[in-house]
């Protein structure tokens, strides 16, 4: 609960908590679980203080144009909303107090009561419309047709005693008073919305079809025991064209219009529907809806104070439970109006605007303005209340429209927050969020921090973009802080952050420094050193540091800033840092020659003979042989499965000392393989069955080289060893004839597998006499035909018509209709000639003329 406070200084109400007292500091009376307002509360000042000094306020409307003040005097005041009077220069008076003001829905035309027995009704900006009726009873309420302001028609009001009674404007601007209802007590409240009225008696509230001329329904009150109606005033609301709220003593009544599904004759079109019913603690001076869900009541206090005095009123608010379908309460504010003490029930007011959710409360000599909290004053009290979380939530979010808050103002409070808290993570976090790319304000912050020693913990997030970038003392505060405390982080930041951030040979010498008096981060100091020196291009010395650290980070610098030049003479430490990475960068450019690799290396048989392999296995013919003869020996002692590939695919390297090594190792398929080449091929075949055992291989060599005398040795090494024989008998059956073999077998040897291996030995040889003689009798067929074709061709006739002509007289083969015939030589090539135009045609077996372009 919150009470409001009277404070006659300032116009604005001021809150506080009930449960603190007045003595507590501000900064720690704010409670964790208090609950955040729903109104907020601001006294209406200006000439609304002057008129309260001379008379009091007996009611009150509320328009979004103007406010409307009656009097216990009978005066009619129209304010703006800040209390300051318009509109008061022909405004009628009444004699006593005024009982109702009623506007109409444009704020144009106003009408009041009295209990003089006088209703009014005035036009703010004409004075045309204007009524005055005098009934000669006391009229306690009136209500104006919400249309009043249209020209022509709606000239109308309602006034009520102890009936309803309505007055039309007619003819010649006479007035008309019809008799609408005849109340059972007095008219208390009257309330216009479109075609229907709402009004309450003593009896209750009834609602009026005032299209139809009809009553609707009778909402009867429940009488409470000491209780006397007439000091309980019932408050009406038109929460929307179809719902009424009513409010009277302790009990709140929330009604509804429908229309019936059927129309009956003589049965009204609309019906009312009570839909629920409130009972309060309080008793009940005005009520307002709040939204669509909420009711704000005006609430007076059924018990007194110890002297016998009224308490404070209270904006009660209320809330529909749609899982029990009742009103559970939400929020209770204490309102402190001046001279609350000596008031009762009736003397308070409460009028509302429901577009703006703004609401008035009057008593007799207070006015105040009350609003829902919009999302600036929900900011500001949680901000008040350090609640900065929800703050920053509503404050971030776009699609809230803020006033007085921004961000930058919110989180800045928020930061001075976590910084007294000593949160100095959240606050350098926060910091990133709402300062951006804002050098002033980052360089403000810095400073905080540093007094703080806490500038390691905002480091990770100062702008480090070249555009928006500090100045750099900051970055070095920073560096130097980490330096000193934290010199692993010191290392990592200055991987991180580009070099133009600090100066750089500042920060050089300050590390300098502490390598000197520190031994204890020598090994991440003198990285950070190799860094140094490459921001501040000494290459030679970053080098120097990284080969001295033995760090691999020198492989990047080397590629990154061309230092090939620089690391001749330390090849072989290279290697022993990375030997991949070494490798990658020896292949990879032309300034380290492979001569120099290779004398550098000389001296390390493994580093000569993993770069020899890469630089073998990049391009064989970059190589160009010339370091073969060394591979030779380097693969036969570190990678022998590699030895043979190559000497297979090189010429480069001398066969007879290849050979020697072989022999020194017992590389067997390489002698081999050498043997062949060289021409001892009878010593090859030894060692592939002596040695290695492989017959299979052993007769590939026999096929490959394709020697008889080859052959013979393989078989005279076979006969000793029977599982040799079965092998030979079933391979060698397409190549030799196998009677060899046959006949030289012991025929006392036991041969295992034997009958198979003739069985084998005699298909192949069968196949192998087959297919010999089908290609035979295929070569035989083919001759055959060839010759026939060729006698064919030879033996064709060849057409000769007018248009051939010899060829040495140039004259027509064929002349028609001449008495000389001539003898004709044609040739397959289509030369003709005249038998008389050759020299010899005896010897003639070539066309002349093709046989000297041939010859040509």
């Known amino acids: 609960m919150v009470e409001v406070m009277n404070d006659v200084d300032n116009s604005e109400v001021k809150l506080k908590s009930d449960d603190n007292s007045e003595a507590e500091d501000d900064s720690s009376s704010a409670s964790t679980d208090e609950i955040e307002p729903k109104l907020k509360y601001e006294r209406l000042s200006n000439d609304i203080q002057e008129i309260l000094q001379k008379d009091s306020v007996s009611c009150v409307a509320f328009h979004p144009k103007i406010i409307c003040i009656g009097t216990r005097w009978g005066l009619v005041h129209v304010l703006d909303h800040q209390g300051n009077i318009i509109h008061n220069e022909h405004l009628k008076t009444h004699t006593v107090a005024v009982n109702q003001i009623s506007m109409d829905a444009k704020g144009e035309f106003i009408a009041t009561c009295s209990d003089d027995g006088k209703a009014y009704v005035y036009g703010l900006y004409t004075t045309d419309n204007g009524q005055e009726i005098s009934l000669g009873r006391c009229i306690k309420s009136i209500a104006i047709d919400p249309l009043y302001y249209k020209s022509g028609i709606n000239k109308r009001f309602v006034s009520g005693d102890d009936r309803l009674i309505l007055h039309e404007k007619t003819f010649l601007s006479r007035v008309k008073s019809t008799i609408l209802y005849e109340a059972a007590g ?79 004759k003589d049965i009204p079109e609309f019906n009312v529907a009570l839909m629920a019913t409130i ?101 500001e009290w949680l901000v008040a209340h350090n609640k900065y979380e929800e703050a920053m939530d509503l404050v971030m979010n776009k699609n809230r429209y803020l006033q007085r808050n921004t961000p930058l103002l919110v989180g800045k409070k928020y930061v001075d927050h976590l910084i007294n808290l000593k949160d100095f993570a959240k606050a350098a976090e926060l910091c990133s969020k709402i300062f951006g790319k804002d050098r002033d304000l980052w360089e403000k912050e810095v400073f905080r921090f540093a007094r703080s020693h806490q500038l390691r913990t905002i480091s990770k997030y100062l702008p480090i973009d070249p555009k928006h970038k500090l100045q750099p003392q900051y970055y070095e505060m920073v560096l130097y802080e980490f330096l000193k405390m934290e010199p692993e982080n010191f290392l990592k930041i200055l991987k991180e952050w580009p070099p133009k951030l600090y100066n750089i040979h500042a920060v050089i010498n300050a590390v300098l420094e502490r390598v000197v008096n520190d031994s204890n981060y020598k090994q991440t100091l003198l990285e950070a050193l190799a860094i140094l020196y490459t921001h501040s291009e000494q290459y030679d010395k970053a080098l120097n540091m990284y080969l001295k650290l033995k760090h691999k980070d020198v492989f990047q610098l080397i590629h990154k800033h061309n230092l090939y030049d620089s690391v001749h003479g330390d090849i072989e430490n290279l290697m022993d840092l990375d030997t991949q990475q070494a490798i990658s960068l020896f292949l990879g450019n032309n300034s380290i020659t492979t001569d120099h690799v290779v004398s550098r290396l000389a001296g390390n048989a493994e580093y000569l003979y993993l770069y020899l392999d890469a630089l073998d296995t990049k391009d064989h013919k970059s190589v160009g042989g010339k370091y073969h003869d060394q591979l030779v020996k380097l693969y036969a002692k570190f990678a022998p499965q590699k030895l043979l590939p190559l000497l297979r695919r090189s010429d480069s390297y001398p066969i007879q000392e290849a050979l020697r090594i072989c022999r020194e190792r017992n590389l067997y398929p390489e002698m081999v393989y050498l043997l062949g080449r060289i021409g001892n091929t009878k010593e090859a075949l030894k060692i592939l069955i002596n040695k290695i055992g492989d017959m299979e291989q052993a007769i590939s060599f026999c096929k490959e080289h394709s020697d008889p005398d080859l052959w013979e040795e393989l078989v005279d090494h076979s006969l000793s060893k029977p599982e040799f024989i079965t092998y030979l008998l079933q391979k060698i059956g397409s190549y030799i004839d196998p009677r060899i073999l046959v006949k030289r077998i012991d025929n006392k040897m036991k041969i295992p597998g034997l009958k198979n291996a003739l069985v084998k030995m005699l298909r192949d040889y069968n196949l192998q006499v087959s297919v010999q003689e089908g290609c035979k009798n295929i070569v035989v067929s083919d001759c055959f035909d060839l010759h026939y074709r060729l006698v064919k061709m030879q033996q064709r006739g060849i057409s000769v018509d007018d248009d051939l002509f010899c060829s040495v007289c140039h004259q027509k083969v064929i002349i028609r209709n001449s008495s000389v015939e001539k003898n004709v030589l044609i040739f397959y090539c289509r030369h003709s000639f005249h038998e008389e135009c050759l020299p010899s045609i005896g010897t003639m077996e070539k066309c002349i003329i093709c046989c000297s372009q041939k010859s040509t």
Not at 209 to 222: E, G, M, P, Q, T
Request: glycine share 4%; with cysteine.
């Open 186 to 264: 007095r008219v208390q409240n009257i309330k216009w919305h479109n075609r229907f009225i709402a009004w309450a008696s003593d009896e209750g509230v009834r609602v009026y079809d005032i299209v139809d001329r009809v009553s609707l329904a009778l909402i009867k009150w429940n009488r409470v025991e000491d209780v006397i109606p007439e000091n309980y005033r019932c408050s009406l609301m038109w929460k929307n064209s179809v719902t009424l709220l009513a409010g009277w003593v302790d009990t709140v009544r929330v009604c509804r219009i429908e229309k019936r599904n059927s129309v009956i």
């Open 279 to 379: 009972k309060l603690e309080y008793f009940i001076s005005g009520i307002c809806p709040l939204d669509t869900a909420q009711l704000v009541v005006l609430a007076y206090e059924k018990l007194k104070d110890e002297n016998g005095k009224s308490l404070r009123p209270l904006m009660y608010m209320v809330q529909a439970d749609n899982s029990t379908s009742r009103y559970v309460e939400v929020y209770t504010d204490n309102l402190t109006l001046r001279g609350y003490q000596d008031y009762t029930c009736n003397d308070y007011h409460l009028d509302c605007l429901l577009d703006e959710n703004r609401y008035i409360i009057a008593g007799p000599k207070d006015v105040i303005i009350a609003s829902v909290y919009d999302f600036d004053d929900r900011i």
